[in-house]
């Protein structure tokens, strides 16, 4: 099906939901949410769906597109989780049906990571532990070279997906899960990925060149401080001992993104970390400020399929300390038959008083599509890339 708008510049969308009927031209709007360390999450509103429909849709597997161009766009496969229909008898009949409306909600191929289940890893490095759940559910994956040994991982009555975000938080990384791919990386060298890039200006930037493009302003909300939407930016600096009774430090007061000019915190907080080697008091001290950013801020542009959590984009036309290289925490992409918007939530723990540090790495590839196999997504190449 192709779901394609009449307003200038449509993206087009296609949508499928496996094995069952489906009319596609009564569906009004969609949106697909990509966020870090979250499922994907995928939404659709039908006016008017036949009654049975409402519990057939369940647990099928669902695949959109939403493009501009054929190298400019963003899939969803996943499978839908449940049915919201809404039936108004004074309302009468849409598309001979008494259900006038009908929102359906989608996750992504991470669905399949959630029943639970309890297991201790013991001395486990992050490469390792995504290798083992690609194995397991088939899917491919990229993640950071990293040697570094969490002593004892524990799953108690957990997911497989709690307890890869778990651990990926407890070294600070991120991790996404989309179409059959796993994508782990480290929010301080997301530059050295080249993951798709975007520039978002003002509507009336320095040119006065107001024509439709690609990532143009039309809301921007920030929170800019110490106390932040994922907590105290705070510098810390972590105390231990180690296995000689030596006390081993570490201080985070100049690790950042290498976005620009690091922001200096007011406060310092000294803080004792259970830790055997220096390595794992630098890792955990790391982590502490890579899963905290001093600056977020909330943007709501002209689409932008190709966005991924993990890319970075630069922000124009304020005149200010905070334009400039920001990354991209989530996008949500919003098409109706007259518009299509993608609200992006970004953050930064740096201002633009100095150049981006650049360091060499390799390059982010997009993965291949999924295949469907016995109403499954699978990854169609089950390969692993473990990369610096």
Known sequence: MIFKSDFPNAPVVR?????????????????????????????F?????????VTEYINRPVYISIAATPDRKTT?????????????????????????RAHVVCFGTSYDMKEKHSTIWENISIPKLVSTLANTYKYSYAVPEDLFMIPRLVQHNESDWATLVKACH????????SNSHIHVYDPFKTISRSMPFAQLTTITDRIENTSYQPGRIMEFRGSFG????????????????????????????????????????RFTDTISLNATSQETVTKYALATIKNRSPFHAHAVVTGLPEILPGSLVNLNGYDSKFDGFWMVSGIKHKVTRSNYVSELSIVRDSTNDSEPTVISGNIYVR???????????????QDGQTYV
């Open 170 to 177: 407890m070294v600070g990384y991120r991790v996404t899960v």
């Open 367 to 381: 993965p291949d599509d999924p295949i469907l196999r016995q109403g499954t997504w699978i990854a169609a190449v």
């Open 76 to 100: 969803f496969y996943g499978y839908v989780g449940f049915v919201e229909p809404e039936a108004i008898t004074r309302r009468g009949h849409i598309n001979n049906s008494p259900i006038q």
């Open 226 to 265: 110490q106390m932040t939407p994922d907590g105290s930016s705070n510098n810390f600096k972590v105390e231990t001992l180690d296995n000689q009774g030596l006390l081993t430090t570490h201080t985070t007061e100049s690790d950042s993104m290498g976005l620009g000019q690091v922001f200096q915190s």
């Open 15 to 43: 949508m499928a939901i496996d094995g069952v009927a489906v009319d596609y031209t009564s569906v009004e709007s969609l949106e697909i949410s990509l966020n870090e360390n979250e499922h994907d999450y995928a939404s």
């Open 45 to 53: 509103t039908f006016t008017g769906l036949i009654p049975r429909a």
